[in-house]
Nanobody, 127 residues
Framework: QVQLAESGGGLVQAGGSLRLSCAAS????????MGWFRQAPGKEREFVAG????????YSEDAVKGRFTISRDNIKNFVYLQMNSLKPEDTAVYYC????????????????????WGQGTQVTVSS
């Protein structure tokens, strides 16, 4: 059973930066593909960024490309989401998610592909 715990959320002004962290435990982290999702008030949860188990492949959704960067540390068992140039529309609860991946280059975009989820961390961007 993989446990995930996010941290790093908070209140920031538009144009500012935050780095979210997700600590993973209870599993073989280097065999796990990771992703970040977010859910804004009144909206469905949506994919933000994903990274393959070896960190060699990454994918971000169009709204955050060039502003958000996903990375991972397979020694410390962490995945990160560096968020720059934040906008009010980035306000949401951010979740990290995980699933075991057989192939090292897999990056998953679909919510239903992930088996493990953290509790989420609130990010609020003021205008």
């Amino acid at each position: 059973q993989v446990q995930l715990a996010e941290s790093g959320g908070g209140l920031v002004q538009a144009g500012g930066s935050l780095r979210l962290s997700c600590a993973a435990s209870g599993g073989a982290f280097s065999s796990i593909a990771m992703g970040w999702f977010r859910q804004a008030p009144g909206k469905e949860r949506e994919f933000v960024a994903g990274i393959s188990r070896n960190g060699g492949r990454k994918y971000s959704e169009d709204a955050v490309k060039g502003r958000f960067t996903i990375s991972r540390d397979n020694i410390k068992n962490f995945v990160y989401l560096q968020m720059n140039s934040l906008k009010p529309e980035d306000t949401a609860v951010y979740y990290c998610a995980a699933h075991y991946a057989v192939r090292p280059g897999v990056v998953s975009l679909g919510e239903n592909e992930y088996d493990y989820w953290g509790q989420g961390t609130q990010v609020t961007v003021s205008s």
